[in-house]
């Protein structure tokens, strides 16, 4: 069969069969994507840690060690402490106790997430918290208010389950 088509290869039947392969499966590809759009990176009990997220993570991890080193790093160096892998587990550690956090019923209240925020040096130039500092700081850092409270909350959330736990 094979031998039927190289040798037949320049006929129109056999280029059009070629290119309605293809066809079909570039659009199969296509929908298939459409129907399950996930970039997913892990799936934690039905929890998905996206790439967005992921990559978030992973670039604030590249910056702390760059911080570090003095701003270079040597070659090969985040290859070989696998800095991908440790992000993605920190991820999946993080997923967990929050749905731990959830099935043992802790709350963290909008009091202790402002208390938390008003404790930041970052947003206190004069030694007194500062509405201005803190929006101008979220804005050069490309974090919306409800993002930045909602990730001091997920902190706060995971500080109590680790308290539980470890107390346990």
Do not use: C
Request: proline share 2%; net charge neutral.
């Amino acid at each position: 069969m094979l031998n039927i088509i190289r040798k037949n290869a320049q006929s129109f039947v056999i280029q059009a069969v070629v290119v309605i392969i293809a066809v079909v499966f570039i659009f199969w590809g296509v929908s298939s994507q459409l129907k399950n759009p996930s970039n997913a990176m892990a799936v934690v009990n039905g929890q998905e840690i996206g790439y967005r997220e992921f990559m978030q993570s992973y670039e604030r991890a590249v910056e702390q060690y760059k911080q570090q080193f003095g701003g270079q790093l040597p070659d090969k160096f985040l290859e070989s402490i696998r800095l991908k892998e440790q992000v993605l587990d920190q991820l999946v550690q993080r997923a967990l106790l929050l749905q731990g956090a959830g099935e043992m019923g802790l709350k963290v209240s909008k009091e202790a997430i402002q208390r938390q925020i008003q404790g930041m040096d970052v947003f206190m130039p004069g030694g007194k918290f500062d509405e201005a500092v803190y929006r101008t700081v979220l804005e050069r850092n490309h974090l919306s208010i409800k993002n930045f409270e909602g990730g001091i909350h997920d902190d706060l959330l995971t500080q109590q389950a680790s308290g539980m736990i470890g107390a346990f």
